[in-house]
């Protein structure tokens, strides 16, 4: 039998006191974490206002960036050139080229190209074309270029130094199926806008990406709004995060503060509307500020040479001019310039084989 005491009920009473202590403590964490993941929820499940989003996506996003990274490519431009150089004593002016037999009046004909990159989409492929849209100029390049002599205090003067007359242009996109060449469909340099094509074998087109999500509206863009950004600057397939500012400047175009290099230009940007997955195409990577400055270098370009700073250079130089950029200020085209354009087009394109459904 078991008999309480004095001695026993308090032990009992000191016992259940504790008991009673951690079940509270308990129920209190309980509560504590429950409320925290309601609030975290909350917090980070933006509700659908049909807006676009200005925050950064709270799922993972990445199988769909994957699957839209298959459909940009590297496009490559290159444009040969001969050059006719004359001598000073030829006295020579802009409007008697048309009268001048380049072959012999030229002291020196030279041949060189120039070259430029930037990234190119798959909008369209059926029966057998596809079609790419970029920026117009990765692939434009003059027909002539003109120099002029220098006179003595440095200002151009009216005498032609040489003539450059381009007599090839090759627009190419590495590894695509059926040859790599493409053809430029149309182009427009005022609002850089180009689109490519080519045709296709019927078995190639299973193996290649084309664009699949909505043509947005970037006139609906507010300050902020968060956009993906796709590209290959320095000739390397990228995807980076932007913020939105709108230019009260220019009409056609909006500000990222995307950090851009060469290969950039031509890269889509895109806004999400409600949540992932609802990626919307809202523009094109244009361009991005920058300055020019003149730079002396020794005569050879040769990297592997290294010069001792602590002697003085007393070989040749010469002058370069240099683009330097201004990184973290990106210009977007709009996509309704775009979508017009290809609208005020759609018969040619048809024309041309390329059967674009409504953007």
């Given amino acids: 039998m078991f008999i309480i005491t004095a001695n026993n009920f308090h032990s009992y ?3 259940k006191r504790k008991f009673l202590n951690i079940i509270l403590i308990l129920l209190s964490l309980f509560f504590i974490s429950c409320s925290s993941s309601r609030n975290f929820e909350r917090i980070n499940s933006p509700a659908a206002d049909g807006k676009y989003d200005s925050e950064f996506p709270y799922i993972n996003a990445s199988k769909y960036l994957e699957e839209i990274s298959n459909c940009i490519r590297l496009i490559n431009s290159i444009a040969f050139y001969t050059s006719y150089v004359f001598d000073s004593n030829s006295l020579i002016t802009i409007d008697e080229l048309k009268k001048v037999d380049f072959e012999k009046k030229a002291i020196q004909k030279v041949y060189f190209n120039r070259t430029a990159s930037g990234t190119a989409t798959l909008i369209y492929k059926g029966q057998d074309k596809i079609l790419f849209l970029t920026v117009a100029h990765v692939v434009s390049f003059e027909d002539t270029l003109i120099s002029f002599f220098i006179n003595q ?4 003067s009216n005498y032609v130094q040489s003539i450059s007359i381009k007599t090839r242009q090759t627009n190419y996109i590495p590894d695509l199926p059926s040859g790599s060449e493409l053809e430029i469909v149309l182009i427009d340099k005022n609002i850089d806008v180009a689109l490519l094509g080519k045709k296709i074998l019927q078995t190639d087109l299973l193996n ?6 909505p043509w947005g509206k970037s006139s609906e863009l507010e300050w902020g709004d968060f956009v993906y950004v796709f590209g290959y600057p320095m000739n390397l397939k990228m995807v ?6 709108i230019s009260s400047k220019e009409k056609n175009t909006f500000l990222i503060d995307a950090v851009f290099n060469r290969g950039s230009s031509g890269g889509i940007v895109l806004a999400i509307r409600d949540g992932v997955p609802n990626f919307e195409l809202v523009g094109l990577v244009k361009s991005v500020p920058a300055d020019f400055q ?7 370009k040769d990297r592997n040479l290294d010069f ?3 002697m003085p250079y007393k070989g040749e130089l010469y002058v370069e001019r240099e683009q330097i950029l201004r990184t973290g200020i990106t210009k977007v085209i709009c996509i309704e310039v775009i979508r017009d ?13 390329y059967f674009l459904p409504e953007f």
């Fill in 13 to 15: 009473d000191k016992v």
């Fill in 153 to 156: 205090d440095g200002s151009t």
């Fill in 208 to 213: 290649i990406s084309v664009f699949n999500y």
């Fill in 240 to 245: 980076t995060k932007a913020l939105v500012s």
């Fill in 294 to 300: 003149y730079t002396v270098h020794p005569l050879t």
């Fill in 308 to 310: 001792n700073p602590m």
């Fill in 341 to 353: 354009y290809i609208k005020l087009h759609k018969s040619y394109l048809a024309s041309k084989g």
